[in-house]
T-cell receptor, first 114, second 117 residues
Framework: AQSVTQPDIHITVSEGASLELRCNYS??????LFWYVQSPGQGLQLLLK??????LVQGIKGFEAEFKRSQSSFNLRKPSVHWSDAAEYFC????????????FGKGTMLLVSP | NAGVTQTPKFRVLKTGQSMTLLCAQD?????MYWYRQDPGMGLRLIHY???????AKGEVPDGYNVSRLKKQNFLLGLESAAPSQTSVYFC????????????????FGAGSRLTVL
């Protein structure tokens, strides 16, 4: 079965600074990887996804993520954080493109300081 | 296009009471899911369905039952609610595709907040 680890429970970043949220997955074959964002009291919104092709994927709101098979990682990055990016971020893994279930990490709460 | 609709949005129960959460999707999706979200635990899969009339257990199925009598609806039932079931419940759905495509993405509902006293 697949699993996801998000090592950082909370991260605080100054507005305008760069951001990297870490995600490590465990799955034997090529995974289907996602990043979702959840604002307080809201549902989950897809930021980006990866299954194959270019290992650097672009998403909405200026986010990008890089798939590194050798490190079993799919870290999320943004060059300049805005106050509106404060939210909880979830990494998720599916067992290939025809996945039945999606397994989520425990989330990383991003706080943005002025 | 409403997407995924969950009802009710909020509910307070007493221990031992029963209730049903309804998830409805209008995207003709084959797969549907129920997750629960608790602080520091992320989203954990309760039950899921890969088609009308089929259901399967997820990571945390105990204390819950589900039914998928119609393709567009996925019901989550609590027969005898316990305080440990206080949580936010999310329903999600996706299309069945065998190859990589933009359809291989879960669409989530807005959530249902359940409190069991």
């Amino acid at each position: 079965a697949q699993s996801v680890t998000q090592p950082d429970i909370h991260i605080t970043v100054s507005e305008g600074a760069s951001l990297e949220l870490r995600c490590n997955y465990s799955y034997g074959a090529t995974p289907y990887l996602f990043w979702y964002v959840q604002s307080p009291g809201q549902g989950l919104q897809l930021l980006l996804k990866y299954f194959s092709g270019d290992t650097l994927v672009q998403g909405i709101k200026g986010f990008e993520a890089e798939f590194k098979r050798s490190q079993s990682s799919f870290n999320l990055r943004k060059p300049s954080v805005h106050w509106s990016d404060a939210a909880e971020y979830f990494c998720a893994v599916g067992a290939g493109s025809g996945y039945s279930t999606l397994t989520f990490g425990k989330g990383t709460m991003l706080l943005v300081s002025p | 296009n409403a997407g995924v609709t969950q009802t009710p949005k909020f509910r307070v129960l007493k221990t031992g009471q029963s209730m049903t959460l309804l998830c409805a999707q209008d995207m003709n999706h084959e797969y549907m899911y129920w997750y629960r979200q608790d602080p520091g635990m992320g989203l954990r899969l309760i039950h899921y369905s890969v088609g009308e009339g089929t259901t399967a257990k997820g990571e945390v199925p105990d204390g819950y039952n589900v039914s998928r009598l119609k393709k567009q609806n996925f019901l989550l039932g609590l027969e005898s609610a316990a305080p440990s079931q206080t949580s936010v419940y999310f329903c999600a759905s996706r299309a069945r595709t065998e190859k990589y495509s933009g359809a291989n993405v879960l669409t989530f509902g807005a959530g249902s907040r359940l409190t069991v006293l």
